[in-house]
């Protein structure tokens, strides 16, 4: 069906012993669109795409990816659905060059007389290539240990080894832009763009109003671990989605 979502939850609920985290809550994503996810802190934002991305089990609730139930018992098995994620934290190894980040534990390798060796030139030409092809960023050093790059250039190597991967289709973002400046946080917005005309679907996960009415297609707004509205962006207004994400009594 052309019609069926990329990613669909239904009906998802969290419960961390006496705290629910999550209740009832539908999520829609699709190819070539980028998704926010708006909330105050402790709506429930990172639990529902630590769901999605097979770090939490839900309680109750189903996943579907191209209307086909899936459950995801742990990270390694969504990503093999196509769904990965790059948190705020990035998780990269920072004294490693870029190219050691893109292969951390999936390294490619060469015979030499039989025996095998890190392939480190062939790492570093698909980092170049992953980078300017997917992304368009060239890095200003591949030698220099990643701590030495900037914000907005460590998180293109963090994406790099997501997209990486050639069955991604689902690119969630927590935070991207929380601990960077004007000028990177334009870059990656752009990148965001970017792969979103790649046809990737990308969730972006966003305190700023101002970023999420830039590059948003859709809006899914969280309240109290429940999904109170979801707006199309072109249609809607800051105002509205704030209206939504403190709640209309409260606004009041
Ligand atoms: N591992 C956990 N154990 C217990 N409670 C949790 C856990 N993770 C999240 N919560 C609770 O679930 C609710 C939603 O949290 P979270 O998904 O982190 O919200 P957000 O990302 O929107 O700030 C909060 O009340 C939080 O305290
Ligand atoms: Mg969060």
Redesign the pocket.
Known sequence: MADTPLVEMRGITKRFGGVTALSEVDLTARSGEVLAIVGD?GAG???LIKILTGVYQPTEGSIFIDGKEVSFASHAESIEQGIDAVYQTLALADHLDPAANMFLGNELTKKVFGITILDNKRMRTETERVLMERLGVRLKSLDAATESLSGGQRQAVAIARAVYSEGLRVLVM??PTAALGPQETARTLKLIETLRDQGLAVIL?SHSLDDVFQVSDRIHVQRRGRQVGVVKTADSSTQEVLGLIVGAEEAA
């Open positions: 802190n934002k990172s639990t927590d935070e996960i």
